[in-house]
């Protein structure tokens, strides 16, 4: 069996249509883009999609796993790292973030190696104590443009990566381009994290943990990208790997 990987998963609300097509209501869904679920069985993992609810203890899934991706969605709610909204801020879903935030605590406890992409490194700051940037455009002068308007695939601006660091060997690389899809990002690092990729205008493009095995985020992604740049599936492949060695494979 390979390494049990899970996808953490944001909600939505979708139309449910009855006879003849009329509206009936509108459900509340779980949704995850399936790049997501074709990263990580490209990478040789399982994926296990985690809606967010309160039905199992974050520690049983980290229990029951070998490896957590956190993956791309909505704001991060500010109340979360003590801060109130400013005006930009978009739409927030606090069940997801309580979700996340008890999921990502457990799994730092326990070593879990996890790998966090967009809102999740967002996640993973804040989960460890860390602050963020509500609104880049707003909060950060001479800021780029960090939502593109290009296609999802497209690597819009450059990051620069530290060397010796876990994203660069993932990637092969220390300079690179990557896609970018967020207005939030890393305000103050974690304790215990460090700053290992960064925009040309500052802004934190990746963090890893300094006391765990792998604990990796980066504010990009990959999974929409690795398809047109197989370098970028490196990142999927690395978590995997040290799953399988966790898993005792």
């Not at 980066?218 to 370098?231: C, N």
Request: glycine content about 12%; charged content about 15%; some cysteine.
């Amino acid at each position: 069996m390979p390494p049990l990987i899970g996808l953490t998963a944001g909600t939505i609300h979708t139309e449910q249509v009855g006879f003849g097509g009329s509206l009936v209501d509108m459900v509340p869904s779980c949704f995850l883009p399936l790049s997501y679920v074709h990263s990580v069985e490209q990478a040789g993992g399982a994926p296990v999609i985690l809606a967010p609810s309160g039905g199992i203890p974050s520690g049983e899934w980290v229990a029951r796993l070998d490896g957590l991706v956190l993956t791309g969605g909505v704001d991060v709610d500010p109340a979360c790292f003590g801060e109130e909204p400013l005006p930009a801020l978009g739409r927030v879903d606090p069940d997801r973030d309580a979700f996340e935030l008890a999921l990502v605590r457990a799994a730092l406890a326990a070593d879990l190696p996890v790998l966090a992409l967009c809102r999740g490194i967002q996640v993973l700051n804040v989960a460890a104590g860390g602050s963020l940037f509500q609104d880049i455009p707003s909060q950060v002068k001479g800021a780029l443009q960090h939502s593109q308007k290009a296609p999802r695939w497209y690597p819009a601006h450059g990051v620069s990566i530290a060397p010796g660091s876990k994203v660069a060997a993932m990637l092969g690389a220390t300079q690179l381009r990557v896609n970018s899809f967020h207005h939030q990002s890393v305000k103050e690092v974690a304790r215990g994290f460090v700053v290992t990729a960064e925009a040309e205008d500052g802004i934190v493009e990746a963090i890893e943990s300094t006391v765990h095995t792998f604990v990796v985020g980066v504010q990009w992604h990959p999974e929409a990208m690795w398809a047109r740049d197989p370098a970028f599936l490196g990142l999927f492949r690395g978590l995997v790997e040290v799953a399988k060695v966790r898993l005792g494979r």
